[in-house]
């Protein structure tokens, strides 16, 4: 028997509705490129979202066509977001500090057929655009006529500017009803571990995570709450915030390219923004403003972070020097991304400050939705006993079941689990701590090292900025830990002393077998540690080779 339940499909146009409908006079603030702040609504949002439905059918744009985006946090960028998957279309997000050609590599794999851009990328589009014409019709320069650069463009390309469209179009349209599965927003991974990869999510998935993420044990997102999501759109989709803010009418605070200490801090404190989300490099370098310039932070409560591991800093000095609460997450491009959030349970009530801080760098409980569970090199299922550590596999509605491009369920094993490609250790209270990417791990003898562990102990050193530890070749273990190290300001290391940081701390033969002092370490472009040009460069550190 069927059960009597209405069947609307969950489509992402229900949440702009929805938003427009009973929080229109939520609050959308953006920094422009130009700098201005510039102030709407979800009123406002849903009726521009509608004309630009019409601005996108003129330039061509059909069902499942891809839209390219190369944007900042931004107005013109949320509007895209809405309007591009509530006709049907596929809004796909590029990540502009990548190399030029996994750029080019990427818009020609997405076959995009026009691109939004903001000014700050005109430089980028002339390099690439001789090698997208046989996709791309046009760009549209998100911005208004009077800040129109001039563009040199292949012959076939057309350049408009985005506030003359809009102006020539009404919002005469109604959204469309269509099957909940259909595709939503593309999204290529960023590559650390290999050639872009794009994501495909779906309405139906796109809503499930947006719901998920505002629950109180993960964002807990309010309609008096004011966000300002540092992360970007261009990444993973900002998390899902712009979706879940939406859906619990939370204002939303965007930063365009304004990412430094100072301009965050102004904006954090001049738009009353009590909640704020983004990378822990870009909260250590708000910690460094703040303490060079001795600013406080007014209204803010609670941050999160995600992308890479939170370091212990991080949590401390927030919470001790600004009674802002640190909350970490997990997550990855495949998981739409939120997978796991840091939330204490009632068995956590009664722990001190240090022992709940340290409990809070782990990565967290698992979203309702998701599953999770961890394995060994055989495939095995490991105890939950928070020691034993594997391959963190994961299933549910959010998590990608191929790569776009791929055949359905190809990147699934034969029981319907996604490898996260993370090695992690789950807890008995279901607390999942990452260890590494398996890609990282240090198997030496035959037993695994987490090389987080190392760097983290490594950052609780006074002189040390940066830590890396990679795998180096060692004849008589196969691998064994190398860490690479960059000195604090004013600081120098001395290797030995360094190393006595690890007494007590972690078994004796996972101590690293060298330290390097080096005046930088590389990064990608979504700032984690770039792994593998380290590897590539101190593999045969320890003299073994091969
Ligand atoms: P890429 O795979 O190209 O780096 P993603 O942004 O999808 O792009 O990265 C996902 C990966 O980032 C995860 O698989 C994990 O290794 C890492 N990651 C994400 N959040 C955390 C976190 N809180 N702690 C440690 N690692 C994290």
Redesign the pocket.
Known sequence: MQGLMQQPPLLISTILRHAARHHAAGEIVSKTTEGAIHRTTYAALESRARRLTRVLARLGIGEQDRVGTLAWNGYRHLEVYYAAPGMGAICHTINPRLHPDDIAFIITHAGDAVLFADTSFTALLETIAPRLKDCVRAIVLMTESANMPALALPSGMALHCYDDLMDAADDDFTWPSFEETTASALCY?????GR?KGVLYSHRSTVLHAYAISMPDVLCLRATDRILPVVPMF??NAWGIPYGAALAGTSLVLPGRHLDGASLHALLNAERVNFTCGVPTVWMVLLAHLRATGGRLDTLRRIM??????PPLLIEAFGAEHGVAVE???????LS?VGTYNTPKPVHADLGTAERDHLMLK?GRVLAGIDMKIVDGDGRELPWDGAAFGDLKVCGPWVCSAYYGDAPGSALDTDGWFA???VATIDPDGLME?TD?SKDVIKSGGEWISS?TLENIALSHPDVAEAAVIAAHHPKWDERPVLIVVAREGRTIDPEDLLRVYAGKVAKWWLPDAVVVVPELPH?A?G?LQKTALRARYRDHLGAGG
């Not at 972070?305 to 939170?310: D, F, H, L, M």
């Open positions: 991974t960023s590559g650390t571990t872009p990444h993973v972070t995600g992308g890479s591991a939170c970490h997450g997990w997550g990855m491009t495949e991304p990565q996260t490609g993370d990452i990417r987080i990608t979504t984690k």
